[in-house]
């Protein structure tokens, strides 16, 4: 096995691994062992630059609980969790792409007839979504299941304010028909920042980063024999458009909200006043066998 010397650090680590009977996690180990090693090399950091590390990532566990998890907010804005989302949601041409889940899905939500206008707070510049879900050939899914959720127009979502926004305020489910299509109402979204008073936005700061995600809403598209797709929807006017704090944001993905001013319109989709209309059709790929 050999004795540890800096030229041979990370080799003797993972020498001493040679019994171990679970061959994925040996590779694992093994690939984290060589990196984190080249990268001490390379820093060549202090002992009390180390000790610093070593506070930041016990600060950044004690900052986890039931409703946060500050390691995924350290994943999210390093780039690793959209990293890890592309390398597992690779798919042929023509499929729309996928992009981070984030924290406030929430499972079991109602079903809700299409057209529904899902904002129960009254908050927000009224806005018209719709499209079609289809297959990779054009042709309509029926019976895909959309769910959606957004914040509301003072940039929190409804699990965030318990007691102060509705339940299942701007999230809902919905079926679409033979036709494929879709169509709910809600709110031009806003953008927001990501939890910035632990550990992690103490490190956005002291790099000269905002911690501000641009406006977007989210789509969860499922349907047997399909690749669910996770996805967001943006608003490419949005000032952070170009600097999505955990780097979510797709060319594929940036959406027109045009605005309605025509009365009739208006009264054909049940606004009082001027909404956006945004129209966005998916496409989604077959599941891999």
């Keep these: 096995m050999g004795y540890f010397t800096e030229e041979n650090s990370a080799q003797v680590v993972i020498d001493t691994m040679s019994d171990c009977d679970n061959p994925r ?8 062992v060589r990196h984190l090693h080249a990268a001490v090399k390379e820093i060549e950091p202090s002992q009390d630059e180390w000790m610093q590390a070593i506070q930041f990532l016990t600060s950044t566990g004690h900052m986890c609980d039931d409703w946060r998890q500050e390691f ?47 904002c129960l707070d009254g908050k927000g510049e009224p806005m018209l979504a719709h499209g079609v879900v289809s297959d990779l ?25 318990k007691g102060i926004q509705p339940e299942f305020n701007l999230r809902a489910v919905f ?29 956005l700061a002291r790099l000269g980063r905002h911690p501000y995600r641009p406006a977007h809403f989210h789509y969860l598209i499922s349907r047997e024999g ?17 600097s999505d704090a955990v780097f979510g944001v797709k060319e594929s993905l940036l959406a027109d909200f045009v605005p309605v001013d025509d009365p009739e319109l208006q009264r054909q989709n049940a606004f009082e006043t001027r909404y956006f209309d945004v129209e966005f059709d998916f496409r989604l790929a077959n599941e891999a066998v």
Excluded: C
């Design 25 to 32: 996690l040996k590779e694992v180990v093994s690939v984290l």
């Design 72 to 118: 995924i907010l350290l994943s999210d804005v390093l780039g690793v969790s959209m990293l890890v989302d592309a390398l597992n949601s690779r798919r042929p041409p023509g499929a729309s792409e996928n992009t981070v889940l984030g924290p406030f899905h929430v499972a079991d939500v109602p079903l809700s007839p299409m057209g529904t206008n899902i």
């Design 137 to 161: 050939d054009g042709t309509p899914i029926e019976g895909a299941k959309i769910e959606v959720w957004q914040t509301n127009d003072d940039g929190f979502y409804d699990v965030q304010q």
């Design 175 to 203: 079926r679409t028909g033979a036709d494929g299509r879709y169509w709910f109402r809600a709110v031009k979204p806003t953008s927001y920042p990501i939890p910035d008073d632990g550990p992690v936005g103490k490190l």
């Design 226 to 242: 399909y690749d669910t797709l996770t996805t967001h929807i943006f608003d490419p006017d949005d000032p952070y458009i170009g």
